[in-house]
């Protein structure tokens, strides 16, 4: 499963570690993914999401109902 937020499609960052020498080796910057459930009224059942912290304050400010109709519009199965 890739590290990636169901809301915002954020990934992983790439890039070099560069220490005192300056000997650079590629490295990666992780999401802060949270994996989180949610209630859907209209529905009546749990839904599990997985966000980045972004991801969350987005589905605090538009709700939840809002951001599960925005993900069945893309296509993406919820």
Not at 1 to 29: I, L, Y
Not at 42 to 53: N, P, Q, W
Not at 69 to 77: S, V, Y
């Amino acid at each position: 499963m890739s590290r990636t937020c169901d809301v915002t499609g954020a990934g992983p960052g790439f890039g070099n570690n560069v220490p005192w020498s300056k000997r650079k080796t590629r490295r990666r910057w992780n999401v802060n993914l949270q994996t989180k459930r949610y209630y859907l009224p209209s529905e009546g059942r749990h839904v599990r999401l997985r966000l980045s912290t972004k991801g969350i304050k987005v589905v605090d400010r538009d709700g939840v109902e809002a951001v599960v109709q925005r993900l069945r519009a893309q296509g993406r199965k919820v």
